[in-house]
């Protein structure tokens, strides 16, 4: 299966210092002729952080796309009834994000988009960053990881010497675990060893 015509969402929460590299698989996803809408979090349409300007992120992607970022709930919801995307990417994923949607609390144009496509049984692929993945978001990310139509890219702990709870996922295999969501199967290993730097 290749991604070309493929009509995916990529949404984009606010793990900050992992947007260089996410940047870097939005682009590679566009470039395997993926039809990519973006989505924004609030958080990350409105902050300036030490990374990046936030109307730059907005260029940035907006570019790659070749269409708007969708920055609304009203924006997103037709996603739901109107069955618009094959695939939901979202990435980074971050815990709180992560809670909410384990939790099905649709406060945010990213949650909203993951509320329709799951509506609409089609599959949303989450690479989880967050510093309490193996502490307080540890259930979320349980619950997530047996929900039918939800998938991850593999993941590993962060900096296990420094932030032992922080996990990350290999954000270069979000195109093979979009290939593999689309077939409706987790890529495996889903766990992986080693440390991230």
Do not use: H
Not at 156 to 170: G, I, P
Request: proline share 5%; charged share 20%; net charge neutral.
């Amino acid at each position: 299966m290749t991604l070309e015509g493929i009509k995916t969402g990529f949404a984009i929460t606010g793990s900050f210092c992992t947007f260089d590299i996410v940047l870097k698989e939005l682009k590679n996803l566009c470039e395997a002729g993926a039809d990519v809408y973006p989505i924004l979090s609030y958080n990350t349409a409105r902050t300036d952080t030490r990374f990046i300007k936030c109307d730059d992120l907005k260029a940035i992607v907006e570019e790659l796309a070749g269409r708007p970022a969708i920055g609304t709930i009203v924006d997103a919801e037709p996603f739901g009834p109107k069955k618009i995307l094959d695939l939901l990417i979202v990435a980074p994923c971050t815990g709180n994000t992560l809670a909410k949607i384990a939790s099905g609390v649709t406060d945010t144009p990213v949650t909203m988009a993951v509320k329709g496509q799951l509506r609409n049984e089609r599959p949303v692929l989450i690479a989880v960053s967050t510093n309490d993945g193996l502490s307080a978001n540890a259930k979320n990310l349980g619950l997530l990881l047996n929900t039918k139509n939800v998938f991850f890219v593999p993941f590993r702990q962060d900096n296990y010497t420094k932030k032992s709870n922080s996990l990350v996922a290999e954000m270069s295999q979000i195109i093979p675990a979009a290939v593999s969501a689309l077939e409706y199967r987790q890529l495996q290993p889903v766990l992986l060893a080693g440390y991230c730097t």
